[in-house]
């Protein structure tokens, strides 16, 4: 008795109905039961006789019926190896012949531009398309369907996709996949009927989607995505919605495409409504008898228009607030009473508070390379305590601004059959923490001059730094090794160790033959008061050479002949720093202070040196910020000796005053040398604008800048009308190897013998 039959696996519901058709055909076609005494595999070439013996539902000395055999054919085609499988039955043995599928042994694509291969090699191999993997026809023609359609959301609509199989010896396959991709279709115009409060121009500004420009070949915002025009609709409907249209709707979206599928035209037809003014804001429901406070959380003015940011932005901080209390699931309902008459809203705010919960587990997720403790010990919200919202705000911040990740969130979950508890999961997507900084000038003096430097913020997923710095320019070299241990003990108290080797000579116009030597070292230990406060104190010490030679500066030259060649010191370091900025690598809003004092009382040199920090950052609409820095530093000689003129301030340049030549403002020495000063003032002025097309991207921004400042020497006056200004723009892009910034400008107030340098970029400077 033979049974067989070959079926598309992929449609196994007629699989089973025709082998049941096949074994209930008739007694002619039936077997009866009896006995296995033997089994036998026939037409195995790759597969193991184990695999097809662990798929069959009997074994030697069962019996053998019509149902098994029809189990048995279902098992073996469910495994996706076989092509076709028979059952011959001879005598008390059955014999169990199978032809295997095809091994696909390679995927090739020509013509592929579009897509990233390895990519699309791993998804393909994801849906079983790869090689060493069964070949099955009826996958590849799915594959090819996909294709097309991420060719589809992709604008590319005239794109053809051709699969070659190509067999190959010892039952194996080539597969090839041939794309003519062909030009992307452009939007050719985009139009939005229906509005007459604001003009067609200014709800087209809102659109991410937008007509081919300039830079639409980097934005690639003139390609048609359905996700995209649904984000703009959305954008479109919430600018009426904050400006009183509370019954804006979108009544229609056409998107349609030119014969030579070149050319998109979309057309929106919005029906506006007409605007609400608020009259009224109540409080219903549980508001845990705290009704005042949360009252005064109300954004919602009344005698104005209505506002959707306003209702959201309540409904937020009263969640926000019960969620302080412990109330992880309150609910916050904001329901208007509209009168069409009089064009007004009243809005009824309805809270039910739930059930006050505690935490019972924080769980992490994503980290591939930061470990577990790094991100728990910037949490403040403890397992096995109650439910706090701000807490777990703050702890949310706190990871996001070791800098280690690219998105941080923390999400609730209710844990089954305890009401009264919930998990909480930290979901992490980790960024490249390597940082390679270059900076590169050019002068007349100096040519090209190149500094450098490799760091490593979160090293071995530890969370320590660890930094090389290197600067090659002919007058300022320097190398120093860092590394800093955020949590050198418990309790947050950080280290850091500062090794360095530095030689300068200051630009001198009649020569260069002296030289500055500094090696050195310190250690630093940085103590949490708060969780914005940081208090810093430490000790170095270092030996700094002046070396004989002509044309030395008269400033070196007089302490030098004064105090000696050589001088020790130890200086003692104090400071404090407070951090409230949202990012430390793209602040947008937020405050950053620090203040520091170097304090040198035993040793060759006496001094005492601080400098002081202010920046402010703040947001301007949802696409703009403007920030601000300020930075004094003030040096003075102790006892009867002068300020060390090697332990000057510099200005100028990046992180300075830009447009000016790097490390050029001060002190002039009537030799030709700039030789810093013991007074700086630096202020910067920096308003950022996304690149045209990029939406809200932080990471890539142009920004225009003002900057003013100077140097002093120890006994002369800080005026104003000594200060040095510059004017321009810049681009500034969070890069894979750490924050860059290109500027040029012109100066605003310069004196002729300053030295003007008027473009200039670096990676890893933040003003």
């Not at 008898?289 to 109300?298: H, I, N, S, T």
């Not at 030098?560 to 370091?573: E, I, K, Q, V, W």
Request: hydrophobic share 35%.
């Amino acid at each position: 008795m033979l049974v067989s039959f070959e079926v598309n696996p992929l449609r196994p519901l007629a699989a089973v109905a025709a082998v049941l058709a096949c074994t209930a055909a008739g007694p002619a076609r039936a077997v009866e039961p009896f006995v296995v005494k033997d089994i036998r595999v026939e037409g195995l070439s790759r597969t193991d006789a184990g695999t097809v013996f662990a798929a069959l539902p009997f074994r030697i000395g069962d019996t053998y019926n019509d149902d098994k055999a029809a189990s048995a054919l279902r098992s073996l085609f469910a495994t996706g190896l076989f092509k076709d499988v028979r059952i011959d039955i001879e005598g008390q043995v059955v014999v169990v012949i199978v032809e295997e599928r095809p091994v696909v042994q390679s995927v090739t694509f020509v013509g592929l531009k579009e897509f990233d291969k390895d990519q699309l090699l791993k998804s393909l191999k994801d849906a079983g398309i790869g090689e060493g993997l069964p070949f099955d026809k009826a996958l590849i023609d799915r594959a090819e369907q996909e294709i097309k359609r991420q060719y589809l959301s992709r604008s590319l609509y005239g794109a053809e996709v051709v699969t070659t199989v190509t067999p190959v010896q010892r039952n194996r396959v080539n597969v090839t996949f041939t794309m003519t991709e062909g030009d992307a279709a452009r939007i050719a115009e985009i139009r939005v009927l229906g509005s007459r409060a604001f003009s067609e121009s200014t709800l087209l500004g809102l659109m991410d989607l937008t007509t081919s420009g300039w830079l639409t070949w980097y934005t690639k915002n003139d390609r048609y995505s359905r996700a995209k025009l649904n984000a703009d609709l959305e954008t479109i409907r919430s600018y009426y919605l904050n400006r009183g249209y509370l019954e804006f709707a979108v009544e229609s979206t056409q998107v349609t495409i030119s014969p030579d599928k070149q050319d998109i035209t979309i057309t929106i037809t919005v029906n506006e409504g007409q605007p609400y003014v608020v009259t009224s804001v109540k409080l219903e429901g549980n508001y845990l008898g705290k009704d005042a406070e949360f009252r005064d959380l109300v954004s919602i003015k009344p005698g104005q228009p209505y506002r959707a940011l306003d209702v959201t932005d309540t409904t937020k901080a009263f969640t926000d607030r019960f969620g302080i209390y412990g109330y992880a699931f309150a609910r916050v309902d904001a329901a208007p009473q509209i009168d069409r008459t009089t064009a007004q809203v009243a809005i009824t705010l309805h809270a039910e508070p739930q059930r006050r919960v505690y935490v019972r587990r924080v769980d992490v997720s994503g980290n591939t390379r930061t470990r577990d403790e790094v991100i728990r010990r910037e949490f403040r919200q403890f397992e096995s305590s109650w439910y706090d919202g701000q807490k777990i705000k703050l702890s949310r911040d706190r990871v996001e601004r070791l800098g280690y990740f690219k998105e941080v969130s923390v999400d609730t979950n209710e844990v089954p059959g305890s009401p009264d508890q919930v998990d909480l999961t930290v979901n992490v997507t980790e960024r490249p923490t390597g940082n390679l900084s270059l900076g590169v000038s050019f002068s007349s003096t100096e040519k090209l001059a190149l500094s450098a430097s490799i760091r490593q913020d979160n090293i071995f997923g530890s969370g320590n730094y660890v930094g090389l710095d290197v600067n090659t320019s002919r007058y300022q070299r320097a190398l120093m090794i860092s590394t800093v241990d955020p949590y050198f003990t418990l309790d947050g108290v950080s280290r850091a160790i500062d090794l360095y080797y530095r030689t300068s000579r200051p630009y001198n116009s009649l020569g260069d033959q002296y030289q500055l030597v500094t090696p050195g070292g310190a250690i630093r230990f940085g103590v949490p008061f708060s969780e914005v406060d940081t208090v810093f104190f430490g000790v170095g010490a270092e030996r700094t050479e002046i070396k004989a030679a002509t044309s030395l500066p008269n400033a070196y030259f007089i302490y030098r002949d004064l105090y000696g060649p050589n001088s020790n010191a130890f200086p003692l370091t104090i400071g404090w720093a407070r951090d409230e900025r949202d990012s430390v690598i793209a602040p947008t809003t937020g405050r950053y202070q620090r203040v520091n004092f170097e304090y040198s009382g035993i040793g060759d040199v006496r001094y005492l040196r601080s400098n002081f920090q202010f920046q402010q950052y703040v947001p301007l609409g949802t696409k703009f910020s403007i920030g601000f820095n300020a930075e004094l530093g003030l040096g003075k000689g102790l006892g009867s000796r002068p300020y060390p003129v090697f332990k000057n301030f510099y200005g100028g340049g990046l992180g300075s005053v830009r447009v000016f030549e790097q490390n050029s403002l001060g002190v002039i020495d009537p030799t030709g040398a700039y030789i810093g000063g013991a007074k700086k003032l630096n202020l910067n002025t920096e308003l950022y604008v996304p690149v045209p097309g990029t939406g809200n991207d932080k990471s890539l921004r142009l920004f225009a800048f003002v900057d003013a400042g100077n140097v002093w020497s120890e006994n002369e006056p800080m005026r104003a009308g000594d200060l040095r200004s510059s004017a321009g723009v810049g681009l500034s892009w969070v890069s894979p190897v750490g924050p860059l910034k290109l500027s040029i400008g012109r100066p605003l107030r310069s004196k002729p013998t300053d030295r003007i340098q008027r473009f200039q970029f670096q990676i890893g400077t933040a003003f």
